[in-house]
């Protein structure tokens, strides 16, 4: 299980420490530190090979970006799941999470 991230990379590190989530990933990549963002896919490839996995191994993207998360998991072969938090509505032509 990997960290997908956008951010500057001090900040995420500090997070993924601060919270117990370095100990429990077996990796992560961090936008600034890989200079691409979501939803590009090479950030996604980033992490999987980090994993010592490959993308067209299948997985899964949890995020609550649609277009970074969603769009970008989809566009890399995952499966996707989004997390709505302010209760959006879903808009029309939006790519379709596997679970809203």
Known sequence: ????????????LGKIQCTGLADVVDCWALSDAEGIRKPDVGLFEIAAKWCGMRLSGGGWMVGDNLVK??????????????????????PVNAPRPCCA
């Open 69 to 90: 998360d969603v769009t970008g998991g989809r566009a890399a072969g995952l499966k996707t799941v989004w997390i709505n938090r302010d209760a959006q509505l879903f």
């Open 1 to 12: 299980m990997g960290i997908v991230t956008n951010g500057t990379a001090d900040n995420q």
